[in-house]
């Protein structure tokens, strides 16, 4: 802006104007009248400007002179427009991970991924996000076997001033005991932000127990029940016991079948997953494959089959199953001589 003064006093008066800068706010509105003695041809005066904790656009005001002595005196342009420029960082976007328990088979649970801007800003901040799978495994609905939770993804978007939002995951139940598992949501292609972690991990507690089904009173002590998965015999077991008559080839080994709670095969995985571990008096170990593992209709626990090694002599052996990480209680069968 420009003002022609002549050699004796003269005054003008000036004053700020909002623009989408707003005074009180962003900056002090400023007022008043400025005197030019004969000679000076400057004169100077301050705004203060507001310094804040948003994250915004720039934002500008106008200085406008007034009241001239004569329409001489005033030249142009008479307004100032004033940017202010914002000095904050740009916001940081990060999320929170957690722990849910999985409940039962039939059950879901919605676990809340909150999504938090590190400042407050007047800009729309976006970013996009999906579900990625580790050791649990992602589907399109619970209802699918061996889907731990509803894979998910979009965009989320923030307005201006907002600084959390949260997305609902569902997670399935299932009564199949196994361990702890986990995924992850990730974060890409942020829009006036920044990412932070990139990721936050989601753990998925187990919350069923492997069990060997036991007698309620048998031979021996914790007695586990068992039968012969040819001739649906009890034991004791011999462990060459098919008869020659019956069709199986030339393999005569015993098959024994067990019963267990919380057990159940995943999409695609192999009965030999599950181990049956046999140990005898002397403290030998045999860690033996099951051949066959299945649910057992209207009833809550699955059948599991193995093959008798060849090597067990005639004992009394403690049985333990190994599935998913987990193992069971352990109950006893009788190998015959």
Excluded at 36 to 59: L, N, R, W
Excluded at 97 to 123: C, D, H, K, M, Q
Excluded at 131 to 143: E, H, K, M, N
Aim: proline letters at 6%.
């Amino acid at each position: 802006m420009w003002l022609s003064v002549d050699i004796d006093q003269t005054t003008i008066d000036y004053t700020t104007i909002d623009g989408t800068a707003t005074a009180g706010q962003d900056y002090t509105a400023t007022s008043g009248t400025l005197t030019f003695s004969g000679g000076e041809t400057s004169k100077s005066f301050q705004i203060p400007i507001t310094d804040d904790a948003v994250t915004e656009p720039d934002e500008t005001f106008t200085v406008e002179l007034r009241n001239a002595p004569n329409l001489e005196a005033l030249g142009t342009p008479s307004t100032l427009t004033v940017t202010i420029q914002d000095r904050s960082t740009v916001p940081v976007i990060s999320q929170g991970g957690g722990f849910v328990t999985e409940g039962n088979i039939g059950a879901t649970t919605n676990v809340f991924f909150a999504f938090s801007l590190s400042a407050a800003t007047a800009r729309s901040v976006s970013v996009d996000y999906a579900t990625a799978d580790l050791s649990a495994t992602g589907g399109t609905s619970c209802s699918n076997q061996g889907t731990d939770y509803e894979s998910t993804s979009g965009t989320i978007s923030f307005q201006p001033g907002q600084t959390v939002l949260i997305i609902p995951i569902k997670v399935c139940g299932d009564t199949s005991a196994e361990a702890n598992e986990t995924f992850v949501v990730k974060l890409s292609n942020p829009a006036n932000a920044t990412l932070g972690a990139g990721q936050a991990l989601l753990t998925i507690l187990n919350d069923d127990v492997l069990e060997l089904l036991l007698e309620e009173s048998g031979p021996t002590i914790k007695q586990a029940a068992a039968l012969d998965g040819l001739l649906f015999l009890r034991d004791t077991f011999p462990v060459a016991g098919i008869p020659e008559w019956f069709p199986t080839g030339s393999d005569r080994n015993t098959r024994v079948m067990f019963f267990v709670r919380n057990l159940q095969l995943n999409p695609g995985e192999s009965p030999s997953a599950v181990i049956v571990q046999l140990r005898a008096s002397n403290n030998e170990f045999f860690d033996v494959p099951a051949e066959d593992v299945r649910p057992v209709p209207n009833v809550d626990f699955a059948q599991l089959v193995i093959r008798l090694p060849d090597s067990l002599r005639a004992d009394v052996y403690t049985v333990r199953i190994s599935a998913h990480s987990q193992i069971s209680n352990t109950g006893t069968i009788r190998i015959a001589p």
